[in-house]
């Protein structure tokens, strides 16, 4: 198993342009979340889903948007890119949002918005 | 008052010595604590979790949880130099949070030969 892929690793984008932060996973599970981690921060949660089709906001959703419709992926968009959203994302999964359930990260992507 | 406060590193321990890695969170209604590893430029990995008040121990780390004082530790006993890394509290509510976690900032730990 692969676990949870992200692409692209690194990426860099003008003010102003869209990107799509690709995310998947190979373990069935029905949760997967997307983070952001600014420097010398801990993770801010943007958006969740419990299952394909049904998602919603996190802690820190404006300038986001997501989607699911397949238990596999989850992509995260940016519309209309700013500094502001210049950080490290990391998509995670759960099998299910039980209490004592452990969330799987992908390897990130690195994102700078000039 | 921040939801999940760890103490502020970096914290920096020789070689075969107790590290002591401190959170206190906010929400009362909180059930399940995590500790999170996460080498420079890597994603975080689970460590250990606890939801009963006391201790739990899996090798060298020992997790610890005070329901009532809002209070979790990790202890990481004859810590080694792979061990440094930053060290990320999670905390997952019930209700409407369920399955989601809430972070705090880390605490960067050194451990020198």
């Known amino acids: 198993n692969a676990g949870v892929t992200q692409t692209p690793k690194f990426r860099i984008l003008k003010i102003g342009q869209s990107m799509t932060l690709q995310c998947t996973q190979d373990?069935?599970?029905?949760?997967m979340y997307w983070y952001r981690q600014d420097p010398g921060m801990g993770l801010k949660l943007i958006y969740y889903s419990v299952g394909a089709g049904i998602t919603d906001k996190g802690e820190v959703p404006n300038g986001y948007n997501v989607s699911r419709s397949t238990t596999e992926d989850f992509p995260l968009r940016l519309e209309l890119a700013a500094p502001s959203q210049t950080s490290v994302y990391f998509c995670?999964?759960?099998?299910?949002?039980?209490?004592?359930?452990?969330?799987?990260f992908g390897p990130g992507t690195r994102l700078t918005v000039l | 008052q921040k939801e999940v406060e760890q103490n502020s590193g970096p914290l920096s321990v020789p070689e075969g010595a107790i590290a002591s890695l401190n959170c206190t969170y906010s929400d009362r209604g909180s059930q399940s604590f995590f500790w999170y590893r996460q080498y420079s430029g890597k994603s975080p990995e689970l460590i250990m979790f606890i939801y009963s008040n006391g201790d739990k121990e899996d090798g060298r780390f020992t997790a610890q949880l005070n329901k009532a004082s809002q209070y979790v530790s990790l202890l990481i006993r004859d810590s080694q130099p792979s061990d440094s890394a930053t060290y990320l509290c999670?905390?997952?509510?019930?209700?409407?949070?369920?399955?989601?976690?809430?972070f705090g900032q880390g605490t960067i730990l050194t451990v020198h030969p």
């Open positions: 995670a999964s759960s099998r299910q949002g039980d209490l004592y359930n452990e969330q799987f």
């Open positions: 999670a905390v997952m509510t019930g209700g409407t949070s369920y399955g989601k976690l809430t």
């Open positions: 373990m069935n599970h029905n949760y």
